[in-house]
Every structure is written in structure tokens, then in C-alpha cells.
């Protein structure tokens, strides 16, 4: 079916930064058939969609999520510890139903924020599969390897092993793409990251870590190893295969040209929600890019940063990175911009398919509502998605042609059922997490 959007400012963020300010797009079946101005003559179409002066640009992607863990947000937000306290011990108690439920509700949220496609670890990911696949979003999916007894696994190894058979269930699905990935550097043994690296190498999947983030993290390599997580790495080749290094804040010169040296393959996930929320810093993003390396932007987990939508990150990336550098110019919109749309389709290795409005990619599009209040006037479209628009703008989300959200709401799901089914599965975890704040039960 071809499916025909008019009366919209596209942005297409190609390679020439192609705009149509008056423009068309025509989706045949999953891919993009044509884009043009308003001024052609139009094609053809089945069904004819006015974005009534809509922005439309291509659906944006979170690079680095938890989707499992919604029921942990605003939980123990200002403790500092709260790694060790509240998410390590809570995290034993949860179940599949626990995950899948939390990942409809995760990825509900994402959609109508206009992300298409996201790249999540975490515990029975075979869950968030199921999930990814009925909500008909794009996924990446990494079953977390940790050497500590977790809920869905009593050691690395089991979970390596679970990891392979989730490998092969999923590597020919048309949306959700397997990954591997182990929790970080410090809480993996050598023996089980280079498992790791084997199963990443004989089945041609990405590598997901969280990599030079943690104070502690940095301390113990040094105290250790008398070296960086990232020279570690390095050494163990792990950085031979596609790699998703997450967060990266605690990068030094040295570790910077390492992943210079490997950005045909290395990619960064931007946390900077997350980050600056923990105290832990803003990553040397500027210094990365200069280096040619691939930057995306991740919302973390719905506990880490709270949200899980594109704006907030774009609109901070801005705020915290001029003023860490009082330069006002620091980072142009546009650029912000192309690091939540093709940039984090570069660092997941999908940028032929994905990230920009091309003739012959996936159809996965975000129309964006200028009606709002908060959309007057418009100068410039990229300031205004990074500085002015939030997630309740979104109007319309398209995933492989497919529409997904429609006049803000979800097509194939109810957000109330969804928070229905996820708070049923909440009750025991709820009273545990209160017991571990000591917050009131009457609460």
C-alpha cells in the first residue's frame, strides 16, 4: 500500500542536509518511495495523510536503555549508592512476566515519543523480544552477562549460554537484532568477556557495555591492572567486533585515540541525561567526534535518567555541554540532532537502512505537530526540536511503513491497559523497594 504524508517541513538529514520546507513523502509498503515539494506534481496514493505543516524527520533512536526496569523509576533518586542498595538486591525479585510487562510499557512510552528503534540490555530478554516484536517497534537486545547470581541466571556462564540460544532464535527476525552484552569491564571476569567475544565473532552480533563509567570503575583497573577499562579491552580484542560503549565519561587523551583508532567498528552511546542526574560527569562528546567517532544519544534506563525520549537528551546535550565548555556554539542544533537520528543509526551499524528520510530506506518516521503552544514561531527547525519541542508533540510514528502512533496515541495498544498490567505485577516489588527506603507503607 502506498501511503502519501503532504503539507510537511521535511528534514531528511542526509548527507547533504536535504530540506523541503513545503514538502511530500511517499511510503510504499516498509521503505520510502519518494520525497519532493509540494510544488510537484504528487504521486499516487492509497491513503493521504496532511501533516498540516508538520515537521517530519526520521524516527529517532535510543541507543542505550533498560526497558525492564520502568517499576524502578523514582526510586532512591538522590542516594548516592543506589547501584548497591536498591537495584542489584530489587533486581533478584523481578521475573519474566515482571520484564515483559515493563518492556510494553518502556517501549509504549519511546514510541510516543517518536523513537523507532532502541538498543536494550538487561535480564529475560527474551521478554523484551516478545514485546519489541508485538508493539512492532526496531530493537536491538542484549542479555546482560554479570558475574554475580542474578534473576534469570546463577552465573556468567549460564547466561552465555542462554545468550547463544536468544542469538539464534532471533538473528533472522526483521526488526529485533540480537546482541551480546556484558554489564562492564569491572563486574565481568576475563574469562567470561572473552566468551563473549567469541559468541560476538561466530554469530556477526554487536557488543553492548557499560564502559568508563563508574568512579569506582576507573579506580579498580587502576589499583588493579594499573591501566583504563578501555586499554583493557583493548588488549582482550574486544574492540575487533561491533561495540556499543556506553556512557564512556572517564575517557582520557590515550583511551580517546584507541577508540579513534577502532571507529570503524566502535560506536558511543551519549547518556548525558543519566550522567549529569548521577553526578558522574559529562563525556568528552566533542573530543570523540573531532575523532571521527560515531556518536548516538541513550536515555539509560527509565531509573537512571527517568525519561525515555529523545528531547529531554537533545535539549541537555545542548545545555550541559556549552555551558562544561562557555561556548554558546558549541554544539549547533543540527548536529544535536543528527546524533539522536543518523548518528545513533551509525553507532548501531544500520545506517544504510535507517536514520534519514532517503528513497529506499526503512520507512521509520516521526511527525512532529507545530500547533502546540510551544511550537511559535519557527525560525529554524532544528533549534526548535532541540530547545522547544517535547514528546507531546509527537503526532504520528511510522515503523517499516507501518503506523504505530496516530494522533498521539498508540494504534495497536492502550497505555491505561498497559499500566494496568504492569502495576499487577508490581505489588511484591513495591513493598520491597519501600522496605529497602524505609518510605512509609501509607505512602
Keep these: 500500500m502506498k501511503q502519501l504524508i503532504t503539507n510537511v517541513y521535511v528534514i531528511t538529514m542526509d548527507k547533504q542536509s536535504r530540506v523541503y520546507k513545503d514538502g511530500y513523502l511517499l511510503i510504499e509498503d516498509d521503505l520510502i518511495l519518494a520525497i519532493g515539494s509540494m510544488d510537484d506534481q504528487l504521486p499516487n496514493a492509497e491513503n493521504i495523510i496532511d501533516g498540516k505543516g508538520g515537521i517530519l524527520l526520521p524516527g529517532m533512536i535510543n541507543t542505550h536503555t533498560h526497558t525492564g526496569m520502568i517499576p524502578f523509576r523514582s526510586l532512591g533518586d538522590d542516594v548516592p549508592d543506589r547501584l548497591r542498595r536498591f537495584l542489584f538486591p530489587l533486581e533478584k525479585k523481578i521475573t519474566k512476566e515482571f520484564v515483559y510487562h515493563s518492556a510494553r510499557y518502556a517501549i509504549a512510552e519511546m514510541l510516543l515519543s517518536g523513537i523507532t528503534c532502541f538498543s536494550d540490555m538487561y535480564y529475560f530478554e527474551e521478554e523484551v523480544a516478545k514485546a519489541t516484536d508485538e508493539l512492532h517497534a526496531r530493537g536491538f537486545l542484549g542479555e546482560t552477562i554479570i558475574n554475580q547470581p542474578v534473576c534469570d541466571y546463577n552465573?556468567?556462564?549460564?547466561?552465555?549460554?542462554?545468550?547463544?540460544?536468544?542469538?539464534?532464535?532471533?538473528?533472522?527476525?526483521?526488526r529485533v537484532t540480537p546482541m551480546i552484552a556484558p554489564h562492564a569491564p569491572n563486574t565481568n571476569d576475563e574469562i567470561s568477556l572473552l566468551e563473549t567475544k567469541r559468541l560476538a565473532d561466530k554469530y556477526n552480533v554487536p557488543i553492548m557495555m557499560h564502559v568508563a563509567e563508574m568512579t569506582y570503575e576507573m579506580?579498580?583497573?587502576?589499583?588493579?591492572?594499573?591501566?583504563?577499562?578501555?586499554?583493557?579491552?583493548?588488549?582482550?580484542?574486544?574492540?575487533?567486533?561491533?561495540?556499543?560503549?556506553?556512557?564512556?565519561?572517564?575517557?582520557?587523551?590515550?583511551?580517546?585515540?584507541?577508540?579513534?583508532?577502532?571507529?570503524?567498528?566502535?560506536?558511543?552511546?551519549?547518556?548525558?541525561?543519566?550522567?549529569?542526574?548521577?553526578?558522574?560527569?559529562?563525556?568528552?562528546?566533542?573530543?570523540?567526534?573531532?575523532?571521527?567517532?560515531?556518536?548516538?544519544?541513550?536515555?539509560?534506563?527509565?531509573?537512571?535518567?527517568?525519561?525515555?525520549?529523545?528531547?529531554?537528551?537533545?535539549?541537555?546535550?545542548?545545555?550541559?555541554?556549552?555551558?562544561?565548555?562557555?561556548?554558546?556554539?558549541?554544539?549547533?542544533?543540527?548536529?544535536?540532532?543528527?546524533?539522536?537520528?543518523?548518528?545513533?543509526?551509525?553507532?548501531?551499524?544500520?545506517?544504510?537502512?535507517?536514520?534519514?528520510?532517503?528513497?529506499?530506506?526503512?520507512?521509520?518516521?516521526?511527525?512532529?505537530?507545530?500547533?502546540?503552544?510551544?511550537?511559535?514561531?519557527?525560525?529554524?527547525?532544528?533549534?526548535?526540536?532541540?530547545?522547544?519541542?517535547?514528546?507531546?508533540?509527537?503526532?504520528?510514528?511510522?515503523?517499516?511503513?507501518?503506523?504505530?502512533?496516530?494522533?498521539?496515541?498508540?494504534?495497536?495498544?492502550?497505555?491505561?491497559?498497559?499500566?494496568?498490567?504492569?502495576?499487577?505485577?508490581?505489588?511484591?516489588?513495591?513493598?520491597?523497594?519501600?522496605?529497602?527506603?524505609?518510605?512509609?507503607?501509607?505512602?
Aim: hydrophobic share 40%; charged share 25%.
Design 219 to 443: 579506580e579498580y583497573f587502576q589499583e588493579h591492572y594499573e591501566t583504563t577499562p578501555v586499554r583493557y579491552l583493548e588488549k582482550l580484542g574486544l574492540f575487533n567486533t561491533r561495540f556499543i560503549l556506553a556512557h564512556g565519561i572517564f575517557l582520557d587523551e590515550k583511551d580517546q585515540q584507541i577508540l579513534s583508532n577502532n571507529r570503524s567498528r566502535v560506536g558511543i552511546s551519549h547518556c548525558i541525561g543519566a550522567n549529569t542526574k548521577s553526578a558522574k560527569g559529562v563525556a568528552p562528546i566533542k573530543q570523540l567526534i573531532s575523532k571521527g567517532l560515531s556518536i548516538g544519544l541513550g536515555t539509560d534506563g527509565p531509573s537512571s535518567g527517568n525519561t525515555l525520549d529523545m528531547f529531554t537528551q537533545m535539549k541537555m546535550v545542548g545545555n550541559f555541554h556549552k555551558t562544561k565548555e562557555a561556548d554558546r556554539s558549541l554544539f549547533p542544533a543540527k548536529e544535536i540532532v543528527r546524533m539522536a537520528t543518523i548518528g545513533g543509526a551509525e553507532v548501531l551499524g544500520i545506517e544504510d537502512r535507517v536514520g534519514t528520510l532517503e528513497v529506499g530506506k526503512q520507512a521509520d518516521i516521526v511527525l512532529i505537530e507545530t500547533k502546540s503552544i510551544n511550537m511559535f514561531p519557527i525560525y529554524d527547525p532544528y533549534a526548535v526540536l532541540v530547545y522547544s519541542a517535547n514528546a507531546s508533540n509527537v503526532e504520528s510514528v511510522w515503523i517499516d511503513g507501518y503506523q504505530v502512533v496516530e494522533d498521539k496515541n498508540l494504534v495497536d495498544e492502550s497505555l491505561e491497559r498497559l499500566r494496568e498490567k504492569l502495576s499487577e505485577q508490581m505489588v511484591e516489588f513495591v513493598a520491597e523497594a519501600k522496605k529497602i527506603a524505609d518510605y512509609s507503607t501509607d505512602d
Design 155 to 174: 552465573n556468567p556462564f549460564d547466561a552465555l549460554c542462554g545468550a547463544e540460544k536468544f542469538i539464534k532464535k532471533w538473528s533472522n527476525h526483521p
